[in-house]
């Protein structure tokens, strides 16, 4: 082609353009404290990468059993015959659980009925085949090898029945769920009006979470109490889950969860493998570890289900966005309502007052889906931020300048003012360091060599939510604080936050404070889901420690033999490890040494955000189901990115490349900007999987899950993940949180799919709105 390459006439070099990979402003900090603000490194770093830190199912009880799962192979009907006698007969084999021998689980409650089950199917308990790769078994042995072996022996013969596999075959009966319609302004009648419309479905395939540690626990049932280490993000909800399917008091399990090696919203709960260990495990009188393999992941619990959305917008010549219709549908299983709402977004990004969107299920013979990082957000954006971008052709407008055209200045949907929105310096910020006013507007005009170059941007924003949460801390006789509470670190950093926002009130450099979490002996705390916990544990931890503060020196300066005996609390400072006097130098009293004089009953503080006027079993109910999450009410708050990416395609081949990425981000006060940008990039990264590689390929014929392990079901490595630049534009927002930060952990993800699209169009002319963008789509 004559095209010569215009990024190069540009005078852009394509070296520099691969800008640093370091976090902008954010310099590392000489603090010796080391508290909340600081960029320190996680806490427990070491024990993860030297193998210390224990998970789950490297938990070795004594005397261990071992458990496997067996799945069905259809995906509708019935068995019509199941023989478990040669795996009995197998060495080493203790039990087969079947429905044939059933041990007794109950239905739990749903998570949208106030319970914590994402499914309600209950393994066992009948013939009843609803999706391929169903949990139909455990086989129990004293060996994991022979458990497996024995499992290949199980015959198990069909009744098979027409199966629905895809949301959009004959037969499938949608259902509304009209609670997340939006109807604002008059949609219809604004679309008529409008000069340029466009309408265009946009879909995502079933995607799966992926996390490194698979789902995996030891059960161990022992004197009419259950204990299950099992990765959580949710140790409170895990507990309910299995005293309901056991028929146990909820104060009768407990979950232990110290590390979870990632779930990206696929642990919030436990799934059928754990009711089938821990039924066994109280029948068997032993303990009992159940690890689903890779391939038993894709189908013993549900990742995001395939989207659907018919999106249409109508604008003014000028571009201004008059009217948004949205016609969206999720698959969800056949006994199970999980919405995947495509327009959490939709009528939130920009300044529209004319919306119409409705959202149905369709249920299908599947497992029934589940979160994953940015549930609704996630394809509600892919749509919306692909839309803006044909939009801004149609119009022939730059597709940052349609944005800004439509800047909404309050959020539409509530009416209500925004907490912060620090959008505008984000798209700037962003456009600056990407070099985005070298764009051409005109797709296929930037080329190097073979390659045809591509520069797409997206905006993405991620809600803040709330729930009280308590912490405890304690001082011990060597001195040192620890710091407890129940909530969850799944790789996020919540060990790292927690001591850091300890050390700051307390005095002492945050290194030294130990934190103790995942575990519902713990203080409560409510999901490390909804990108919350970070803000609602920060804050009862806040509180702890002030309480911890003011009785040291309330110690100090009371008890006889404290040196600061006499002194006025007023008069006293926590500092260099001890309780100092404000004016008289040299006059202290070392923790160590309060510790060693004060009755140890003084030693342990508790706090927390809950209303004081609550009781312990209101308290239990709040953080055991997810309804009473709430929002900040007199403002809408939320976390707002802008995201530029440049990929590059060959022209021959198709093959698509991301060359670099720019984010610019704000989630308000960052707790620890080395952490928050970790989590900002694994966002970004896991965008890329879903934009170019991610895709559940269900059999048509038996609904199997065809690529049901990572070297078929892609993901990201290395060397698929550019450099990436993430710039920090966000300021504390007291509205939204009390320690002022709003929602990271979902936020990264949210528009970098648009964003590639939107390149990949810029690049090639080729516009995919159906993802993976796979290289037969732009050939
Ligand atoms: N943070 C910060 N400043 C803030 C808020 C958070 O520095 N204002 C940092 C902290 O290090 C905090 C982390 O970001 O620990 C995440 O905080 P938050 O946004 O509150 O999210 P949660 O703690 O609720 O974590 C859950 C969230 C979700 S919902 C998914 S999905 C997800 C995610 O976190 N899954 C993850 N990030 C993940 N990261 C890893 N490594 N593994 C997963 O499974
Ligand atoms: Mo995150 S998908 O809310 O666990």
Redesign the pocket.
């Known amino acids: 082609t004559a095209a010569i390459s215009a990024a190069g006439s540009l005078g852009l070099s394509m070296q520099s353009a691969s800008a640093s990979d370091t976090a902008t402003a954010e310099p590392e900090t000489t603090d010796p404290i080391e508290g909340l603000g600081a960029g320190r490194s996680r806490g427990d770093g070491k024990v993860k990468v030297t193998g210390e830190a224990r998970y789950a199912v490297e938990h070795q009880p004594g005397n261990p059993l071992y458990g496997v799962v067996i799945q069905s192979t259809v995906a509708s009907g019935r068995i019509s015959r199941m023989s478990t006698e040669k795996a009995q007969q197998a060495s080493g084999v203790v039990a087969v659980y079947t429905h044939l021998n059933s041990l007794k689980i109950n239905k739990p409650t749903a998570i949208a009925d106030g319970g914590a089950a994402q499914s309600t199917y209950t393994p066992i308990q009948d013939d009843v085949i609803i999706h391929n790769g169903q949990n139909i078994g455990l086989v129990v042995a004293e060996t994991f090898e022979q458990a497996t072996y024995a499992a290949s022996l199980v015959e198990i013969d069909y009744e098979t029945s027409p199966a629905l596999i895809f949301a959009t075959d004959e037969g499938v009966e949608p259902k509304p769920v009209s609670k997340q319609d939006i109807d604002m302004g008059d949609a219809q009648a604004a679309m008529q009006q409008a000069e340029v419309r466009l309408s265009q479905r946009y879909t995502t395939p079933r995607e799966y979470n992926m996390?490194m540690e698979p789902h995996a626990c030891v059960a161990e049932w022992q004197d009419g109490r259950m204990t299950v280490w099992e990765p959580s993000?949710w140790v409170a909800g895990a507990q309910v889950e299995i005293a309901e399917w056991m028929g146990i008091d909820v104060e009768d399990v407990r979950i232990i969860s110290p590390y979870?090696g990632?779930?990206?919203?696929s642990k919030p709960v436990p799934y059928t493998h754990v009711a089938l260990a821990s039924v066994a495990s109280r029948a068997l009188k032993r303990p009992i570890k159940v690890s689903l393999t890779r391939p038993q992941t894709f189908t013993g619990l549900g990742g995001r289900p395939a989207t659907s959305q018919q999106l249409e917008l109508g604008a003014s010549r000028d571009g201004k966005i008059q009217a948004i219709i949205q016609r969206s549908f999720s698959e969800t299983s056949l006994i199970d309502v999980f919405a995947e709402n495509c327009s959490k977004v939709t009528a939130r990004m920009y300044a529209v007052g004319n919306v119409s969107a409705q959202h149905q299920v369709r249920p299908i013979n599947t497992v029934t889906p589940g979160?994953?990082?940015?549930p609704g957000e996630n394809p509600s954006a892919f749509g919306l931020e692909v839309a803006m971008d044909e939009m801004a052709y149609a119009l022939n407008i730059d597709p940052l300048e349609l944005r800004l055209r439509n800047w909404a200045e309050k959020d539409y949907q509530l009416d209500l003012p925004w907490s912060s929105r620090r959008l505008k310096e984000a798209y700037q910020k962003g456009a600056e360091a990407f070099g985005w006013d070298k764009r051409i507007m005109t797709p296929r005009s930037m080329r190097e060599g073979r390659e045809l170059i591509g520069w797409g941007m997206a905006s993405g924003t991620y809600p803040v939510n709330k729930l009280p949460a308590e912490a405890k801390i304690i001082l011990t006789p060597q001195g040192k604080f620890v710091v407890q509470c129940a909530g969850a670190?799944?790789?996020?950093?919540?060990y790292?936050?927690l001591a850091q926002t300890a050390a700051d009130i307390l005095g002492v450099a945050s290194t030294t404070i130990e934190v103790q979490l995942g575990d519902t002996e713990l203080p409560r705390a409510g999901?490390?889901?909804?990108?919350?916990?970070?803000?609602n544990v920060t804050a009862a931890v806040n509180d702890t420690a002030r309480r911890m503060r003011d009785q040291l020196l309330k110690l100090a300066s009371e008890l006889p033999q404290s040196p600061l005996n006499g002194t006025p609390a007023s008069q006293l400072t926590l500092k260099g490890d001890g309780v100092q006097h404000n004016l008289r130098s040299g006059l202290a009293v070392s923790f160590a040494r309060l510790a060693s004089l004060a009755p140890a009953e003084s030693l342990t503080v508790k706090g927390g955000t809950f209303p004081d006027d609550l009781s312990q079993s209101e308290r239990d109910k709040m953080v055991r189901n997810l309804n009473d999450m709430s929002r900040p009410e007199k403002f809408s708050a939320h976390s707002w990115s802008a995201q530029f990416v440049e990929v590059r395609v060959d022209e021959d081949f198709g093959t698509i490349r991301v060359k670099r990425m720019v984010a610019a981000l704000d989630?308000?006060?960052?707790?620890?900007?080395k952490?928050?940008r970790s989590?900002w990039i694994?966002?970004m990264i896991m965008g890329v999987g879903q934009a170019l590689m991610e895709e559940g390929i269900v059999d048509p014929r038996n609904g199997r899950v065809i690529n049901n392990n990572l070297a078929d079901y892609l993901v990201p490595v290395n060397g698929d993940i550019p450099s990436i630049t993430t710039i920090n534009v966000g300021e504390p927002d007291f509205e939204a949180t009390t320690m002022g930060?709003?929602?990271?952990?979902?936020l990264g993800i949210v528009g970098v799919a648009a964003a590639i699209s939107n390149a990949v169009f810029h690049a090639t002319g080729k516009r995919v709105r159906d993802l993976p963008i796979t290289l037969d789509k732009i050939i």
């Open positions: 996390p993000q979870v990632g779930g990206f919203g979160w994953m990082r940015a670190d799944i790789g996020t950093g919540t790292t936050i999901v490390a889901g909804g990108s919350q916990l970070a803000g989630s308000g006060r960052l707790y620890n900007p952490l928050a989590q694994g966002g930060g709003k929602a990271v952990g979902e």
